[in-house]
Structure formats: structure tokens, C-alpha cells
């Protein structure tokens, strides 16, 4: 007897390239035997404009008794809750300092030690991963730090939804994930058009501090950050020094571990024009 393969379903989904404001036929097509059209609401719509790829995923898993408890006990003194409200640096820190924003705090070992360094400076942490928020509240509450704030979330949608134009003082990325599989470089965040709608949000001065152990993303980064029209490198190429204008990044695991492997780490400090 003859097996009869059945077709493989298949969707996929069309947008037009300027968005409408009616709903309209987006032109989902779903073939299983037979094609069908169907509507999609302005919710929907929206819903699906607001998608990009995450550079991120949700599957890393231990988190410890300790980092579960700083979760419970300790992150509500810190925690900003993501909206789509324009974040109150003033509420959040009941002053006006200097502001930096972090994106990807890890476990949250730089954030700590740099806003040790510096009281004087307001820091907003943002990461996804519960083990680092939770690594990260227990060392603030150990320090005594008061000048670090904490936002889960994807720092994509904070950037957008609730940072103000010409806002930071400066921004931290430092060792972001490198997804080295080139079918993965979709996925880095040190990439158009995130870098645009961040460096908007800079103030004119202010600065972006990039680091990485991975040549291939570091010469992504020069790329990206060199070839965005509101920042200038503050050096030639890749910084000779890890210091930025407000501060020196420390020594990390990831920094260690990129020398121990040989591949080198570099840093890259650009200035909001
Ligand atoms: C390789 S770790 C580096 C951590 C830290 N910066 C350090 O140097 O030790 C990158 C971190 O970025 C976080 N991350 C990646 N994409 C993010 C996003 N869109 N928003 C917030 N955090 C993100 C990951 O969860 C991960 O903890």
C-alpha cells in the first residue's frame, strides 16, 4: 500500500509596509487543504506591530533559595514595574541626580559595584532573568545601596515605552549575549533599529558603553553604533580604556573568562551628538 503524505501546514503572514489605522486584510493565509483569509482587529494589529525578536529566551532555569527569597522579600524596595508610562526617575529616587541605565545586569555584580562607586549617580538595572534580579536585590540589600533601581522586562520595550528623549546620562551594555550561530545575529541586541530609539534617549553629552569578549559581535557594535548618525566614538575604533565618562566598567566573570579563552574583550564608548 501507498502511504499518502499529508501537505505540511504552513502560515504566514503579510503586512502591508505603512500601517493602517482601519482594520484591514492583513493577508494571513493558512493552507491545509484548502486557503482561508482572515481579519485581524486594530488590537491584534497592534499587538503584532509591537512584535521583534527577543534577544533573549525564557528557558534558563536555576534559580536558588537565596535569589527566590531576594525576590519575595527584597526586590520590592527596588522594583519598577514595566508600563507604558514615562518612567518618574524622580518618584523612583526621590532626587535628581545623573542618570544611567543598564541593560542586561546578569547577576548583577558590575551594577552593584559601579553604583558602590558612585552614590552620587541613579542606576536602572534591566534584566529578564529572575536568578539575576534576584542576585542583584540581595547584593544591593547587603551594600546598603539605595541608588540602584531594578525593572524586569525586556529592555527593547523599556527603551520605547518608558524612557524620554535625551534622558540618560549614559547606558551600560556590557558582555550582552553574543548569539555566535550567524542564523542567530538577528537575535543580538547592539543592532538597528534598537540602537536608534536608544540613542535618541540619550542626552546631547551623554555617552553608550559597549563591551564585549566576542570579535565578530565587536565588530558588529563598531558597525552599528558607527554608523548611527546621533553618536560620535569618543575614541578611534575601539576604546583603548574601560573607563567611560562617569565611570570605569570593572573586571567581571565574562570579562575573565574572554581572556582566559584567548579571545580578547573590547570596549566602545560612544557620545550622544
Ligand atoms: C551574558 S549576560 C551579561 C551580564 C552582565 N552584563 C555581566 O557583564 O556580567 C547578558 C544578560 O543580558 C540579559 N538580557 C538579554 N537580552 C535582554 C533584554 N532584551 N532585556 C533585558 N535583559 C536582557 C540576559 O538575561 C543576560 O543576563
Known sequence: MVEQRLPKPMTRVRF????????????????????????????????????????????????????????????????????????????AFGREAPFVLEIGCGMGETTASIAEQHPEVDFLGCEVFSAGVGALAKRLDEMHLDNVRIIQHDAVEVVKDMIAPDSLDGVHIF????????????????????????????????????????ENYAEQMLEV?????????????????????ITERPMTKFHARGERLGHGVWDLIFIRL
Open 16 to 91: 502591508p509596509s505603512s500601517a493602517p489605522s482601519q482594520p484591514f486584510e492583513c493577508g494571513l493565509w493558512v493552507r491545509f487543504f484548502m486557503t482561508e483569509k482572515k481579519v485581524l482587529s486594530p488590537e491584534e494589529i497592534e499587538i503584532l506591530k509591537k512584535k521583534h525578536i527577543r534577544s533573549f529566551t525564557l528557558r534558563r532555569g536555576h534559580i536558588s533559595q537565596a535569589q527566590k527569597r531576594a525576590l519575595d522579600e527584597l526586590l520590592p524596595r527596588y522594583a519598577v514595574q514595566y508600563n507604558t508610562e514615562l518612567f518618574d526617575r524622580k518618584a
Open 175 to 214: 558582555f550582552p549575549d553574543p548569539w555566535r550561530k550567524a542564523r542567530h545575529h538577528k537575535r543580538r541586541l547592539v543592532a538597528q533599529p534598537f540602537i536608534h530609539e536608544l540613542a535618541a534617549r540619550i542626552r546631547p553629552g551623554g555617552y553608550i558603553h559597549c563591551a564585549t569578549d566576542w
Open 225 to 245: 553604533l558607527s554608523g548611527e548618525p546621533l553618536l560620535k566614538n569618543l575614541h578611534d575604533g575601539f576604546s583603548p580604556v574601560m573607563a567611560n565618562p
